[in-house]
Structure formats: structure tokens, C-alpha cells
């Protein structure tokens, strides 16, 4: 009898090492601890012995019984977790792989792009300058001297003088592109031919349609014959192209201390083809830049001789073409950073 | 600045319709950025920029320019002065300037048997017009003459000046306020939001 208890342990953990499956594990614990299962069986057979080796026998078979049952109990919960993480890790080598998600530009560099390819187009350069300006650039050598009314017109930003960086000369975020043209032209000779898209700012609060920080495009074009009929036929090119229409340019007299004489430019509607509509408040015209031929005194300010030369110069927002092409009705949502309305371009 | 259309007509007879104005204006010399019916009269809210201030910045100057652009006649108001030449300003009155580079000219008068009262009503209503707010007469007639021709003025009340040596001082004319307006805009030309 001890060598049979002996004999059922080894064989049962050779069978149960086996066992790879919940029915596997059924048929074992049947077999061993079913009703006429080897235990049963085993406890059957101890009726017939005597009082002192049944005693003894009883608590070996019992110990036994314990003994299968733990093991069933444990291999059935290993069974289990195995189960689990085998369905965790299942992994389908059929699903096709998915695309990392790429940057896209933003709205105003898309418009930006746009216009410095029609303008390269038509032989202009691109080039760029600093948004933190001297008082001179920005002003004095655009003929807006410190106390002129001029400077009014405009709210500016101005900045402690920086000693590291300048012999402490004044200082403001530039207000405009134009200080570009007088960097500019110190540098190069004519015939020229540029526009300056760039960041300025103005001290103003801001609303649906202002921002204290825009965009600009300043253009210049410079020769000894340049006429308000080449300007037309710039800037009347460039708007039928970038609307991709035929549009209508009217001049309108404005004044800007840096241009004599200067002008508003209106472009025919581009939403009602002038029939009227609410984005041109009926009136079939939309003011959309500030132009005019270079004032002499600019063209001192950069080195040239006075009469030498003649020129136009012009300048628009770029945001305001942008909320134009994309129907956008307020310019702060472009420096908002709002992905929801980033991702719709 | 805000214009009167009715007192823009009377130096320009042949003015066209305010609608017609506008547009004239807009296209030829200023944008025009308001124009409302008021009562009888049309206020024409025209933005002069800074290189016209200096002569656009008043009904007689805007309606110069008004006939400018539409070749129409311009027609002014003569006027005279009832002056008695025996007496002598200089035994009434000195100015003394004392900065000359803030103040190059500085020009007085003095106006006798003035009985202070409210100005007549249709002064009143151009001044209303314009977007200022009637006093008395004295000041009302400063502000109407600077409306009218663009030159501000002051009226300052003869008995209240020292009596020892009576004189109109002006250090700096930044320093010099009234309650009707301030000088120093006087001097650097006006920026038009001032005057609204």
C-alpha cells in the first residue's frame, strides 16, 4: 500500500505536468478525486485493515488527496493567467501599418508662399530684416522725425535701449516692413526689385480684425523711370493672379510721410465681382493696401542722390489676405494656436 | 474731425449732395468715414491725415479744398473790425513768450462791453454738430472760430488778470490749459482726434 501512495504521487505529477488544458486538467482531477476516482478507491480499500493501520494509511491517502487538489487548483489558475496573456499579446501581423502623422503649414505661410511666387515671378527677391528696429529705420530715415504727427498714426512698441547690443540708440519692435527699404538700398545700387514679408507690431488692443502682432509685405521697386503706371501694372498683375480672377486696382489719395504722392488701393471685389455683398459693405471695392512713389528723402536716407532716382513702394497685410482667400472672420485665431483650427488647412 | 455739410455750404454754394460729397472727397482727397443725417443738417465725419492737418482741419479749409477738387467757387464772409484808434493796446495788455521754438507768434486782443450769455441757438447747433458741448458765448465763439478757420484761441477775462502789470504769460505753452482745450496741440498742429 505505501509504495502504491508512493507510485499514484509520481505518476500523478508526470500526468499533470502534461496537462496543457482545462479539459486535460477535468480528466485528471476525475480520474484521481472523481467518485470512483483512485482515491476514492484507495479510501475504499482501507474498510478491511485493522484499527492502528487503518489510522495511519487514512492520513497518508488523506494527505495525498490535499496534495492533488493544490495541484490541480494551481496548474488550473496557471492555465488561466496563461490564457489572459496570450490574448493581451496577440499580435496580427496582417493589419498594414499606419502613417506617422505629418506637420502641415500654417495658413499664413501657405498665403505667404503663394505671394512670394508671384512676385518672384515677376523678378522681385525676397528678402527679410529685423523685427527689433532703431528708432532711425523705423522712423527718422522714413521722414517721420520724433515729432512729427506722423508717428501717431501708428502705436508703437518702443524698447529700453539694449547697451550690449547698440550704443544705446532707440529702440522699438518695428511697426512696419518698410525699414527694410532703406536697409536695403544702403546695400544695393538700382534697378531693384524686392518685397519683404515680415512680422510687425503695433501697440493697439486688439479685435476680430486687429492684432497687435500681423504680417506685412513690403514691396519696392526701384529705376530711373519708375511710374505710378508700373506700380499699376504690378500690383494689378499680382491680385488678378493671386485671386486667380481679373481684378480691378483704384487709386485713392492717402498720405504716408515716406511715399509722395501716396495712395489707398481698393480692388474690386473679388466675392461679388462689384455687385455688392456684405464683405464689401455694398460698396463693391475692397481697401486691401497703402502705396506710393518713394519720397525723395528716402532715397537720402539710404545713400542715393536726391533726384536721381524713382521708385514705388507698397505694403499690405498678409493676414488680411489670408482671412480673405479662407473666409477666416477673425485675425487673432491666427496666433491663437488653436489646433482645432489649425487642422482645416 | 466731424463737419457740419450745412455750414460747409455756405462757402461752397454749388456743394453737391452729401452722398455725392463723400464719394467726391474719398476719391479725390480724404476718406470720408461717416456721413449722418443730424436734423436738417448732414455731419460729414472726414479724416484729414497729418500733411493736411495744418489747413483741412476747419470748415473754411475743407471748403477749399471741397471747391478745389469740384472746381465750384469758394465764397467766404468778410468781416470788419469796430476799433477805437485812440487807444493803444500796450497800455492794456503784453504777451510775453518765453519759449520762441514752441511758440512762435502769439497774437492778443482785448474785446470790451461783453455781457456773458448763452450764444444763439444756431451756433449752438454747429457746435453740437461738430461734437462740442456749448458753454457761454465766450467760449463758444473761440471754439466756433477754430472750428471755423482752424486757429485755436483762448479768452481769458480781463478783470481776472493781475491789474499791476496786466499780462498774458506764456512759459511753455504745454503748461497753458483751459477748459475748453488744450494749447499745446495748437502749436504742433493738431491731431484731429483732439478736436472730436
Known amino acids: ?21 482545462n479539459n486535460a486538467l477535468e480528466s485528471l482531477r476525475v480520474k484521481y478525486l472523481g467518485r470512483k476516482g483512485i482515491v476514492a478507491d484507495l479510501l475504499n480499500s482501507l474498510k478491511n485493515l485493522p484499527v492502528e493501520k487503518k489510522k495511519q494509511q487514512g492520513k497518508e491517502v488523506n494527505d ?31 493589419i498594414p501599418g499606419f502613417k506617422h502623422p505629418r506637420g502641415h503649414f500654417h495658413p499664413r505661410t ?10 518672384q515671378s515677376m523678378g522681385f527677391s525676397v528678402v527679410g530684416g529685423p523685427e527689433l528696429e532703431t528708432d532711425w529705420y523705423n522712423f527718422e530715415a522714413l521722414n517721420i522725425p520724433k515729432d512729427h504727427p506722423a508717428r501717431d498714426m501708428q502705436d508703437t512698441f518702443y524698447v529700453p535701449p539694449i547697451s550690449e547690443y547698440s550704443d544705446s540708440e532707440d529702440l522699438v519692435m518695428r511697426t512696419h516692413t518698410s525699414p527694410m527699404q532703406v536697409r536695403y538700398m544702403e546695400k544695393n545700387n538700382p534697378p531693384l526689385r524686392i518685397i519683404v514679408p515680415g512680422r510687425v507690431f503695433r501697440r493697439e488692443s486688439t479685435d476680430a480684425s486687429h492684432d497687435y502682432q500681423f504680417y506685412q509685405i513690403e514691396g519696392l521697386m526701384v529705376d530711373k523711370h519708375i511710374s505710378v503706371a508700373n506700380f499699376r501694372a504690378v500690383i494689378t498683375e499680382f491680385f488678378s493672379r493671386f485671386f486667380g480672377q481679373k481684378v480691378a486696382v483704384r487709386l485713392r489719395p492717402s498720405y504716408f510721410p515716406f511715399t509722395e504722392p501716396s495712395f489707398e488701393i481698393d480692388i474690386s471685389c473679388v466675392f461679388c465681382s462689384q455687385k455688392g455683398c456684405r464683405i464689401c459693405a455694398q460698396g463693391g471695392w475692397l481697401e486691401i493696401a497703402g502705396a506710393g512713389m518713394v519720397n525723395q528723402k528716402v532715397f537720402e536716407s539710404s545713400g542715393y542722390a536726391r533726384n536721381e532716382w524713382q521708385g514705388f513702394a507698397f505694403g499690405f497685410g498678409l493676414d488680411r489676405l489670408a482671412m480673405m482667400k479662407y473666409k477666416i472672420d477673425d485675425i487673432r485665431l491666427l496666433n491663437s ?9 | 474731425m466731424k463737419y457740419s455739410y450745412n455750414w460747409l455750404k455756405e462757402y461752397v454754394p454749388q456743394i453737391p449732395e452729401p452722398k455725392k460729397l463723400a464719394e467726391l472727397l474719398t476719391m479725390r482727397a480724404f476718406e470720408v468715414e461717416g456721413c449722418e443725417k443730424s436734423g436738417n443738417d448732414f455731419i460729414l465725419d472726414i ?6 492737418a495744418f489747413d483741412c482741419l476747419s470748415h473754411i479749409g475743407m471748403a477749399r479744398e471741397i471747391a478745389a477738387v469740384g472746381g465750384y467757387r469758394l465764397q467766404t464772409t468778410d468781416y470788419s473790425l469796430i476799433e477805437n484808434k485812440s487807444l493803444k493796446i500796450k497800455d492794456f495788455l503784453s504777451v510775453e513768450v518765453q519759449d520762441k521754438e514752441l511758440c512762435p507768434r502769439y497774437s492778443a486782443r482785448v474785446v470790451v462791453d461783453i455781457k456773458v450769455g448763452e450764444s444763439p441757438k444756431w451756433l449752438q447747433e454747429r457746435l453740437i454738430a461738430c461734437g462740442l458741448r456749448p458753454i457761454n458765448n465766450i467760449v463758444d465763439i473761440t471754439n466756433y472760430v477754430m472750428l471755423e478757420t482752424g486757429q485755436p484761441l483762448h479768452a481769458f477775462d480781463f478783470d481776472k488778470l493781475e491789474a499791476e502789470n496786466p499780462k498774458s504769460e506764456i512759459r511753455n505753452p504745454k503748461k497753458i490749459t483751459s477748459s475748453q482745450f488744450l494749447v499745446p496741440k495748437i502749436f504742433g498742429g493738431a491731431p484731429e482726434k483732439e478736436n472730436e
Request: proline share 1%; net charge negative; glycine share 2%.
Open chain 1, 337 to 345: 494656436g488653436d489646433l482645432r483650427f489649425l487642422r482645416q488647412f
Open chain 1, 1 to 21: 500500500m505505501n509504495m502504491n501512495i508512493q507510485d499514484i504521487t509520481n505518476n500523478f505529477q508526470k500526468e499533470i505536468e502534461n496537462a496543457q488544458d
Open chain 1, 64 to 94: 495525498l488527496k490535499k496534495e492533488i487538489e493544490e495541484a490541480i487548483k494551481e496548474k488550473t489558475q496557471f492555465l488561466v493567467a496563461d490564457s489572459q496573456s496570450l490574448e493581451k499579446e496577440w499580435f496580427d501581423i496582417s
Open chain 1, 110 to 119: 501657405i498665403i505667404m508662399r503663394q505671394v512670394e511666387t508671384i512676385f
Open chain 2, 47 to 52: 479724416k484729414v491725415l497729418p500733411n493736411r
